[in-house]
Every structure is written in structure tokens, then in C-alpha cells.
């Protein structure tokens, strides 16, 4: 039982390319999540799927794209990369339903540098 | 806007001694509360959830409750130089969503 994992741990990209970033979870969660952490400004929802097959925005999604590929697969894409995009992204997972049910669950993180 | 309050630290203890982490919200309407660590350049890690009023313990942890006064606590007890890391709380209302806090910075000296 792997938990939340994600690919790639580490990437650089230059101003404009594109990339994917992958999270899978094995733990039968209906709802997933792509986080943003900055200094000084805590976790930032970028997107999250309550299900297989639903999207929403969060707070920032500005330059982001999702796909709620399975049950299990929740990709995040940058178009176009920025350098304000620099960031760690983290996805997480959670059960649907009330009280504790709601703890959401972290993958490792991946580092971007966008230069 | 539905936010979290934590001050950002750094709290210094000696160990051994007790830490007191605190939280406050703004949506009376938050159902369910949590307590996550996370260690620097590690993700955050659930240690405690809560969702009535009062105390709940779990080993050196104690995660308090106080709807009325808007506000969770995080008690860790004995505490230890491994304990030193940021304490995010997070709050559930009536949707899919947590709201986080910016997190407390915790430093356990020796």
C-alpha cells in the first residue's frame, strides 16, 4: 500500500515549456487534490476532483489544467510554464463524507523550478 | 472568506517541556478539524483530527476543542528535538474542502 505517490520528485523547466505532473493513490478515495506550497503562504488549492470524472477550481488555477484520468490518477498540467509557477506542488487524496472521513492524505511532493 | 489563523512562529521549548500550538477559524459552520506535521522538505502528515468539543488524546498529543471561541489547540507533551517541525492546522466545513493555516513553526531545544 503505497499511500499517494507522485512523479516527478524534482523538475527544472525553462519559461514557456510544458508539463504533467502525475498522482496516483491506491487507498479507494473518491476525492483528490493539487496543492501549491510557497513561503509565507501556506497550502493553496489549485484544483481538486470530488470523483472520477468531475474537476473544480480552487483558489489558484490560473495556468493550471487538470484530468481525472481513473479512480485513481489525478494529473495536474502547466501549459506554459511560468517562473511565478515555481513552487512545491503536493496532491492528496480523501474519502468522501463527514467528521473524520475528510482527512486528506499527502503524496511526497514535487519540486519545480521554473527558469 | 472562510480563513485559518495560526501564528507563524517560531515557538521555542526546551524538552521535555509542553508545546501549545493554536488555531483559530472563522466559519461557525466547520465541522471537522485537523492537525498536520510537516517536517521541512517532507509533505504534511495527519497526526489528529477532532470534531466535538472537548479534548482528545492520542499518546503525547492532546488536540482541544472550542466551537463557541472558534479556536483548536495542539498540546504535545514531553516534548522532544524530533517534534521540532511546522504545524499546519486545517479545517472542514460542509464540502470537499480543508482550508489550511500557514502553519507554526516548532523548535524543541535539547
Known amino acids: 500500500n503505497a499511500g499517494v505517490t507522485q512523479t516527478p520528485k524534482f523538475q527544472v523547466l525553462k519559461t514557456g515549456q510544458s508539463m504533467t505532473l502525475q498522482c496516483a493513490q491506491d487507498m479507494n478515495h473518491n476525492s483528490m487534490y493539487w496543492y501549491r506550497q510557497d513561503p509565507g503562504m501556506g497550502l493553496r488549492l489549485i484544483y481538486y476532483s470530488a470523483s472520477e470524472g468531475t474537476t473544480d477550481k480552487g483558489e489558484v488555477p490560473n495556468g493550471y489544467n487538470v484530468s481525472r484520468l481513473n479512480k485513481r490518477e489525478f494529473s495536474l498540467r502547466l501549459e506554459s510554464a511560468a517562473p511565478s509557477q515555481t513552487s512545491v506542488y503536493f496532491c492528496?487524496?480523501?474519502?468522501?463524507?463527514?467528521?473524520?472521513?475528510?482527512?486528506?492524505?499527502f503524496g511526497p511532493g514535487t519540486r519545480l523550478l521554473v527558469l | 472568506q472562510k480563513e485559518v489563523e495560526q501564528n507563524s512562529g517560531p515557538l521555542s521549548v526546551p524538552e521535555g517541556a509542553i508545546a501549545s500550538l493554536n488555531c483559530t477559524y472563522s466559519?461557525?459552520?466547520?465541522?471537522?478539524f485537523f492537525w498536520y506535521r510537516q517536517y521541512s522538505g517532507k509533505s504534511p502528515e495527519l497526526i489528529m483530527f477532532i470534531y466535538s468539543n472537548g479534548d482528545k488524546e492520542d499518546g503525547r498529543f492532546t488536540a482541544q476543542l472550542n466551537k463557541a471561541s472558534q479556536y483548536v489547540s495542539l498540546l504535545i507533551r514531553d516534548s522532544q528535538p524530533s517534534d521540532s517541525a511546522t504545524y499546519l492546522c486545517a479545517v472542514n466545513t460542509d464540502t470537499d474542502k480543508l482550508i489550511f493555516g500557514t502553519g507554526t513553526r516548532l523548535q524543541v531545544f535539547p
Open positions: 492528496a487524496s480523501t474519502l468522501e463524507g463527514g467528521g473524520p472521513s475528510r482527512a486528506q492524505y
Open positions: 466559519d461557525r459552520g466547520s465541522q471537522s
